[in-house]
């Protein structure tokens, strides 16, 4: 290790705390250090390359080294490096940056507005939702459900409706109006000979007995990704969407879909909604927004939603609610930039292509005996671990098995994430077929190793 890195890992294990992260384990192991990347691959302060099969946090689409990206951001810091979107103000990047978005969005949307963050996407929307309900004359109308495992950001607001218990314990969360319905996980909760559409409607009816009990006229609204990342990279089982959108339509709830990571392509469209067919009232995307190059995110929703934002903004003479550097004209300027590389490199057709090559190599890992589940589209697929796949007993929760995996394959020069024990693996959507078959080579390889040291506990 070079003098460099041994005194970044100094400084970060002296004063940088490091979010979603163990701690303990970071105060005695230290930091991996990160130095550079290019294409699908990232180098760390050893110099061994590392593909990465996480995309970054699932936002790096377009991979790490990008001049047309550089260069727009450059542009904008030597044109105009801030303009606040406050006080009727804006810039024609902003401007444009809307039009744009508005005549991409899945279900209709017409207005937007711009955050640094997915969860600031999200949170925004909660407030627009309690803010348009009290103009309705509404405003018990406050309860914001998500699903167990969901995740939807980490403000209080945003990881309350999430449901990742480990983000709620010790923080006194989650807040009492964010309620969770059932995580459509079948394969591991089907009841045995249920099929995939009868769990889906058993879903659905959960999700409306889940309304009844809170009282539907205090319902504001549903918020779910099309498929689960944070959860587990998990696909909606068949008849899922079509079951959830009638209980969503019955009780006249506001839906919100999260595209924070579905968005831009990852599962073979622009978006997760077209995918499985998704009608949505309000949209949220950042990550892929701006190719990660950039933190930026967006929220957009229909002209009914705006008209209560207006009587109330007509009430008290402003609209009180925003964040100083949204619409941020470095943001804007490299997210249109993204979104005519996606464009001129048709992504979406390349996600397809390569899709075939990845999905299929992946598949093929079901007949390890680690593997008892795989489940994608276009460049998203999760594994599900599991010590006896026939009649689902999972591992013992202290063999850390995922992690295990995750660890082996950053071994092997392949990152990718573990959720307990189940792997997400969604490359950068730039990959080609060449590093598809190394990354998946990789995969076996570790799953492989785990296998050598699981093998001897059962
Ligand atoms: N929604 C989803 C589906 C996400 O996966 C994430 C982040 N992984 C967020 C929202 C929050 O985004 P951010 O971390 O940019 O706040």
Redesign the pocket.
Known sequence: MNVDAKRSIEQDIAHHVHPQTNLRQHAEKGPTIITHGKGVFIYDSEGREIIDGFSG??CVSLGYHNERLAEAAMRQMNTLPFAPTFYNRSHPRVAELGERLIGMAPGGMNRVMFQC????A?DTAIKLIWYANTARGEPQRRKIIGRIRG????TIA?VSLSGQPHMHAKFGLPLPEFKHTELPNYYRFHIDGESEEEFSARMARSFEELILREGPDTVAAFFA?PAI??GGALMPPKGYWEEMQAVIRKYGITFLV?E??CGFGRTGNMWGAETWGLKPDMV?C??ALSAAFFPI?ALMFKDELYAEMMRNSDEVGLFGHGYTYAGHPVGAAVSLQALDIYDEIDLIGHVRKVSKRFLERCDAMQDHPLVAEVRGVGLFCGFELMRDAKVRIPFDPAWKVGALVQDFAHDRGLYLRAIGDRISFMPPLIINEEEIDLATERFKGALDDAWAVVKNKI
């Open positions: 946090l699932g963050s997915g969860s600031e999200n995740y939807h950001g980490n945003t990704e990342s944070g999260d924070v990571v949220s950042a990550k995110s």
